[in-house]
Structure formats: C-alpha cells, structure tokens
C-alpha cells in the first residue's frame, strides 16, 4: 500500500507570505492521481488542485500544485486570511481506492 | 449548482448500525461515483468507500469492509453509507463525495485523473454507551 507524509505537520507563517507544503509518496505515482484539498474548522474539504497541478474551479491563481514521482508540493504565493486551514493530499489507486496524507496545518505566526 | 445533502446527527450505542444518506442534485446522479470519507474528532481523512451510481459497482477499505455497505436510489438521487457493529472509535464525521473522473489527452493516450469535486456538509455519527 502506498503512503503518502506530508510535512511539515504545522506550518507557522504571517499573511503575505509564501507556503510550501510538501506531500511525498512511499514510492513512484502517476502524476495525474494526485490532489490536493482544503480543510477550515467545522467545514467539509475543498478541491484545490488535481492531476498534481490543475486548479480546480474557482480557485485563485495564488494556489499551485506541482511534482512528480515520489514528491508532490502545494504552494500558496501570499497566504491571504482565510487560506490559513488544513490541507491534504490523496492519492487514486486502482481498485478504486485513495489515500489521504495526515495532513499539514498552516497557522497564523 | 450541484449539491450534496447529508442526513442529520446520529447517536448510537455500540455494536448498534447507522445509516447515512446523501441526496444529489443539480447534476445527473449516474454519471458520477459517490465516495465516503470519515474523519474522526481532531485527525484527518480516511476514506472508506466509493459505489458506482451508474452500475452499482462498489469498493471498499479494506479497514471497514466487513461492516459498511453503500448503495444507492437513483429515483431519488441519494446515497446512503451503512455502517454495522459500531464501535466508540467509529466516532466521526461522515462524508459523501461526489467523484469526478477527469480525461486528459496526452501523446501516447488518455490520462485520467480521479478526485472528489463536490462534498456533503457531513453527518456526525456518536456511538457511545
């Protein structure tokens, strides 16, 4: 079974500043199963970002998703207010079935 | 505009079952797969379940599968999780997803990517004695 870590766990930055969150696979994956999502207390996940780097509908250009292989990246160019949540990655296997990564909080400094 | 809209907040006793549902619209219910995923207070996503709502087709984790089963009505557009034999680490909310299977023409063929576009609001689920 592939796993996929995310890091770091916790991510302390100020508005305005860039974030870069890391999601790595246990071993190589097809680039187009991978997504990412958003998480704020209290609410379901949002799509972010499939096929490792598309951008789903409306959602802003600041958020970016790129990668290959083992070692996926999630980038915020300026973290506005309401970006700073719980993002995750998930993985498509065949069967169906997914993974999800545990995780990276991105809190305000 | 697509919608999901899951049932309310449940409370059971252990070794009791609960079922969840989760009614489409704003889009053809066959087209899509639905998918479950449950997160537990305080942690992250685990998925449990996707069911095809063209064929019926279901597949499950392999952490649950003795004890869920998903269907569904397409007369009335809804999903429904049941989940049997509840334990207290069964505590979670409950999600449905609708999945979006996505073809990308490359080169040498289609890529295909697999994600969930759409989310229910989720459903609570307790189980305590």
């Known amino acids: 079974e592939i796993v996929l870590t995310q890091s770091p766990g916790t991510l302390s930055l100020s508005p305005g500043e860039r974030a870069t969150l890391s999601c790595r696979a246990s071993q190589s994956v097809t680039s187009t199963y991978l997504a990412w999502y958003q998480q704020k207390p209290g609410q379901a996940p949002r799509l972010l970002i499939y096929?490792?780097?598309s951008r789903a509908t409306g959602i802003p250009d600041r958020f970016s998703g790129s990668g290959s292989g083992t070692d996926f990246t999630l980038t915020i160019s300026r973290l506005e207010p309401e970006d700073f949540a719980v993002y995750y990655c998930q993985l498509y296997h065949s069967s169906p079935t997914w993974t999800f990564g545990q995780g990276t909080k991105v809190e305000i400094k | 505009q697509v919608q999901l809209v899951q049932s309310g907040a449940e409370v059971k006793k252990p070794g009791a079952s609960v079922k969840v549902s989760c009614q489409a619209s704003g889009y053809t219910f066959t087209s899509y797969g639905i998918t479950w995923v449950r997160q537990a207070p305080g942690q992250g996503l685990e998925w449990m379940g996707w069911?095809?709502?063209?064929?019926?087709?279901?597949n499950y984790a392999q952490k649950v599968q003795d004890r869920v089963s998903l269907t569904t009505d397409t007369s009335t557009s809804t999903a429904y999780m049941e989940l049997r034999s509840l334990r207290s680490d069964d505590t979670a909310v409950y999600y449905c997803?609708?999945?979006?299977?996505?073809?990308?023409?490359?080169?040498?063929?289609?890529?295909?990517?697999?994600?969930?576009?759409?989310w229910g609001q989720g459903t609570l689920v307790t189980v305590s004695s």
């Open positions: 069911i095809s709502a063209y064929k019926g087709n279901t």
């Open positions: 096929g490792a780097s």
């Open positions: 997803a609708r999945l979006k299977v996505d073809p990308h023409y490359s080169g040498n063929g289609y890529l295909y990517s697999y994600y969930f576009d759409y």
